[in-house]
């Protein structure tokens, strides 16, 4: 937008976070010492050096949980330990111990050695949420305060009070918002709805289709005037990939089907129109 001269406001720092493992990583970490029994943050500690995340060993966590009672903490503690054995999970009771030894150390520094561990100086990957770090730092010495403000500026981030330009949102940050003009961009299966891994159960799966169902109504209702709903047919399976969206055949090239919330719209909607004869 730039290039072209328009005027823009990124009203969203989630991008501290987007394809940054070192910066997921440190956060993960930040949101266990504030709550114990964060158990995404957990998942993602297990997982994160991993390519595949360790879904398959993760599942036969879940299922001994799911027949026992035990929760997931419990289970790797009893295995990490030696009270219990679930056959090829011995990769991940060793990950387990690893990341509870780190806790332990993390606990007891010193918030600002806490912060430089998690979040070191001078590493481009951890430099932006460093910063938002450090500018919460400035108002409290008490980490779960800490917490607070820094998830509150990742996903609530403040709207400027004026804006002559393009407001360029999250789904959430657009609720109570509405413009003369509504574009929803990336509206592609694997972005809207967005992927759900396969260690989810298919229940919560389905909770989660169901948020994002009602946030990309929400998202329709924003506008006053023209509402403009834009998907891609084929791309760069580069950018498939990083946009995490359903990649289709070919090579190089792939064809992008486009967000199932889309049909739900009715004969009502109308037909789409190329971008360069809509433009």
Same mark, same amino acid.
């Given at each position: 937008?730039?290039?072209?001269?328009?005027?823009?406001?990124?009203? =969203?720092?989630?991008?501290?976070?987007?394809?940054?493992? +070192?910066?997921?990583?440190?956060?993960?970490?930040?949101?266990?010492?504030?709550?114990?029994?964060?158990?995404?943050? +957990?998942? *993602?500690?297990?997982?994160?050096?991993?390519?595949?995340?360790?879904?398959?060993?993760?599942e036969?966590?879940?299922?001994?949980?799911?027949?026992?009672?035990?929760?997931?903490?419990?289970?790797?503690?009893?295995?990490?330990?030696?009270?219990?054995?679930?056959?090829?999970?011995?990769?991940l009771?060793?990950?387990?111990? *690893?990341?509870?030894?780190?806790?332990?150390?993390?606990?007891?520094?010193?918030?600002?050695?806490?912060?430089?561990?998690? =979040?070191?100086?001078?590493?481009?990957?951890?430099?932006?949420?460093?910063?938002?770090? +450090?500018?919460?730092?400035?108002?409290?010495?008490?980490?779960?305060?800490?917490?607070?403000?820094?998830?509150t500026?990742?996903?609530?981030?403040?709207?400027?009070?004026?804006?002559?330009?393009?407001?360029?949102?999250?789904?959430?940050?657009?609720?109570? +918002?509405?413009?003369?003009?509504?574009?929803?961009?990336?509206?592609?299966?694997?972005?809207?709805?967005?992927h759900?891994?396969?260690?989810?159960?298919?229940?919560?799966?389905?909770?989660?289709?169901?948020?994002?169902?009602?946030? =990309?109504?929400?998202?329709l209702?924003r506008?006053?005037n023209?509402?403009?709903?834009?998907?891609?047919?084929?791309?760069?399976?580069?950018?498939?990939?990083?946009?995490?969206?359903?990649?289709?055949?070919?090579?190089?090239?792939?064809?992008t089907?486009?967000?199932? =919330?889309?049909?739900m719209l009715?004969?009502?909607?109308?037909?789409?129109?190329?971008?360069?004869?809509?433009?």
């Open positions: 937008l730039g290039d072209q001269g328009v005027r823009s406001h990124t009203c =969203f720092s989630d991008a501290v976070l987007k394809e940054k493992k +070192l910066a997921q990583e440190g956060y993960a970490y930040l949101n266990i010492l504030h709550d114990g029994n964060d158990l995404v943050s +957990l998942r *993602i500690l297990l997982g994160i050096d991993k390519v595949d995340k360790r879904s398959r060993t993760y036969r966590i879940r299922k001994h949980c799911f027949e026992s009672g035990d929760t997931v903490i419990e289970t790797l503690h009893k295995i990490e330990s030696g009270q219990l054995h679930i056959p090829y999970t011995a990769n009771a060793e990950r387990y111990k *690893i990341v509870t030894e780190r806790l332990e150390n993390l606990s007891n520094m010193e918030l600002s050695e806490l912060i430089d561990d998690l =979040f070191p100086d001078n590493v481009s990957e951890v430099a932006e949420i460093r910063k938002l770090v +450090l500018a919460a730092q400035e108002k409290t010495e008490d980490i779960h305060e800490l917490w607070t403000l820094l998830n500026e990742i996903v609530q981030p403040e709207l400027p009070e004026a804006n002559d330009g393009v407001l360029i949102l999250t789904l959430h940050k657009a609720k109570g +918002l509405t413009a003369k003009m509504v574009a929803i961009v990336n509206c592609l299966e694997g972005c809207i709805p967005y759900v891994d396969d260690f989810v159960s298919e229940q919560e799966k389905q909770v989660v289709l169901a948020e994002q169902e009602r946030l =990309f109504f929400v998202a209702t506008t006053t023209i509402l403009l709903i834009s998907s891609s047919g084929i791309m760069r399976r580069g950018d498939v990939a990083r946009l995490g969206a359903v990649p289709g055949s070919g090579r190089y090239w792939s064809e089907p486009a967000s199932r =919330f889309i049909d009715g004969p009502s909607a109308p037909n789409p129109i190329i971008g360069e004869v809509y433009i």
